[in-house]
């Protein structure tokens, strides 16, 4: 199981490698949004046994959406607090669960905060992808999940006693939370002091800001997933699961980075 898992995540880090850097803005956006789409597919799930039909027409509306994003992008940046407000919102679902079930549970809404999250999380990298160095932050982004997913899972399995949150993940320590952490701390800040040029302030303030993002990105899903009664997203990728179970934390830390560098 392990050895799938190491498998997958270095064919996974070579295909985002070459789709940062060696592809024009225009086939970035292209390859994600395709990626992505696998997402939205699997988010599809999580509306109570819709038809497969309809998790089609789901995938074909985030397509027509981003489609027109990309041909007016002023429109990322007015999405951008839109998916603020919903990140918000499902912070709070995480930290009262399971209290809010009437939220969580009505297709409608999810299908809606789907698609704006999705959609939200593919501008705002796109967005970053624009900007100066823009693919040398996009590393840093990937990181930084990367980083958070594998310090938790090595300091949980070696160190965890406490659960961090046993209704929504069992398997989840504050052990290995704080491993996450302190794994993509280490190496995120160092990143930012020689070659961002950022004060210490602004540098711990974004890091460890967008490694809770992460760690609550990847609570929500399983919230979801507690909701619907499913272990995993999907089962495309070996020993992670599904796209979703491996983008959740991109899909939250995406805009709070677009944001703090346009800012």
């Known amino acids: 199981m392990l050895l ?3 498998i997958t995540a270095l064919c996974l880090a070579a295909f985002a490698l070459v789709v940062i850097f060696l592809l024009p803005v225009g086939g970035f956006a292209l390859m994600f949004g395709i990626a992505a789409g696998a997402g939205v597919y699997e988010w599809s799930g999580f509306l109570h046994a819709p038809t497969k039909a309809k998790r ?3 995938v074909v509306i ?6 027109v994003i990309f041909a007016n992008q002023w429109l990322a940046a007015e999405l951008v607090p839109v998916v603020g407000v919903i990140w918000l919102g499902a912070l709070v679902l995480v930290l009262v669960y399971p209290r809010g079930r009437s939220l969580y549970t009505r297709s409608w809404l999810i299908g809606l905060v789907g698609q704006l999250l999705m959609v939200g999380a593919w501008s ?3 967005t970053i992808r624009q900007m100066p160095e823009g693919d040398y932050w996009l590393l840093w982004l990937l990181v930084l999940t990367t980083a958070t997913d594998v310090g938790a899972f090595f300091s949980g399995r070696r160190f965890g ?11 989840k320590t504050w052990e290995g939370a704080l491993g996450g952490m302190t794994l993509a701390s280490s190496i995120c800040l160092a990143g930012l002091f020689v070659f961002g040029g950022w004060s210490i302030f602004n540098a711990v303030i974004l ?3 967008l490694i809770v993002m992460a760690i609550f990105g990847d609570l929500f899903e399983s919230l ?9 997203s999907g089962g495309l990728l070996p020993g992670h699961g599904g796209v979703l179970d491996r983008i959740d934390s991109i899909i939250a830390v995406a805009p ?5 560098l346009i800012a």
Do not use: E, H, N, Q
Not at 161 to 171: I, Q
Not at 224 to 232: E, P
């Open 256 to 260: 709070l980075l677009a944001w703090a």
């Open 207 to 209: 890091t460890f800001g």
């Open 124 to 126: 705002s990298l796109v």
């Open 224 to 232: 979801l997933k507690r909701a619907t009664g499913l272990k995993d």
């Open 62 to 67: 985030y397509a027509a959406l981003i489609g």
């Open 161 to 171: 006693r406490r659960k961090l949150a046993p209704a929504l993940s069992p398997g």
């Open 4 to 6: 799938r898992r190491v």
């Open 56 to 58: 089609i027409g789901y």
